[in-house]
């Protein structure tokens, strides 16, 4: 999967490339992340599909966060904004936590995953695949590098896990049993790109794929916020899935990011909503 995942440079706009970093759906998981780690304090944070360090900023997304500039995710992008750059889920968090937090990366991409070293207070193993460590680290098997970094993030007092896969919806059957696993033990932030709004078939699977969830959380907490991908007739949409037993408690928290979802929403659609020429 690793090797069909690109992002687009800065000034290229080649239509076949698929990733625009620090697009609607980075500023909404930075945007939860920034009410997330505050309310939260983990002492461990690991992202297992972690991307690069940074990116370049591009100039639409400099035109993204002038239409939030109010919001608290300005503040926490602006030395970013002045290096001009976009920082991945786990440099950002970096940035907000205290030193003593230990924050862990992990990416199949070697180039990517190398991209880390050069970040001061991020733990970086060895590239490896994100499903197989946590299969691992779920049956206690070969519990070295990676694998034992993610053991002490489940096991930590308060954790926080990063899944960002690129497209979680092509794989769910196959990697829920994990994910749900990892809820049990910590709190998961789980990124969805959810293009249901395609087809039927898109539908009826994302349907599926929320019930099992459902199911098979039980009585773990899980609170949901999903954005347009776009505000232009949108065919996909961003999804953020907060889940685990410490989610329960944070009442304070549910009510900020319902209000940061709402206002991330409210802003990329009403851009395009009217016009007059
Ligand atoms: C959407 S990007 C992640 C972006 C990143 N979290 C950030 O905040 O910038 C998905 C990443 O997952 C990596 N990837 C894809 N499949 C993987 C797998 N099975 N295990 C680990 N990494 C994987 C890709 O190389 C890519 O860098």
Same mark, same amino acid.
């Given at each position: 999967m690793a090797g069909t995942w690109h992002w687009k440079e800065g000034k290229s706009d080649s239509r076949k490339l698929l990733y625009d970093p620090g697009n609607w759906g980075d500023l909404f998981k930075a945007a939860w992340l920034t009410r997330i780690l505050p309310a939260m304090n983990p002492d461990q944070v690991c992202d297992l +599909?972690? $991307?690069?360090a940074t990116y370049e900023l591009s100039s639409r997304t400099r035109s993204r966060m002038q239409i939030i500039a109010d919001d608290l995710l300005s503040q926490a992008m602006e030395s970013f904004v002045k290096d001009a750059v976009w920082p991945s889920a786990a440099t950002l968090c970096r940035s907000l936590l205290v030193p003593s937090a230990k924050v862990t990366v992990c990416d199949l991409d070697e180039e990517r995953q190398e991209s880390?070293?050069?970040?001061?207070g991020i733990a970086v193993y060895e590239p490896d695949d994100a499903w197989v460590v946590l299969s691992d680290v779920t049956k206690q098997h070969?519990?070295? $590098?990676i694998r034992s970094a993610v053991c002490a993030c489940l096991s930590a007092e308060t954790g926080l896990l990063i899944l960002d896969p690129f497209d979680v919806l092509a794989v769910w059957r196959e990697v829920m049993p994990v994910i749900i696993s990892a809820a049990k033990k910590t709190t998961v932030l789980l990124y969805v790109y959810n293009?249901?709004?395609?087809?039927e078939e898109r539908l009826r699977d994302y349907r599926a794929f929320c019930s099992s969830m459902e199911k098979e959380l039980g009585g773990i907490s899980c609170m949901r916020g999903r954005i347009a991908?776009?505000? +232009?007739?949108?065919?996909a949409h961003h999804e953020l899935w907060l889940m685990g037993d $410490?989610?329960?408690?944070q009442t304070e928290l549910a009510a900020t990011l319902e209000a940061v979802t709402m206002k991330l929403e409210d802003a990329l659609r009403r851009a395009s909503c009217f016009s007059v020429r």
């Open positions: +599909f972690a $991307g690069a880390y070293r050069h970040q001061t070969n519990t070295d $590098g293009r249901s709004a395609k087809n991908a776009d505000g +232009f007739l949108p065919k $410490g989610v329960a408690k």
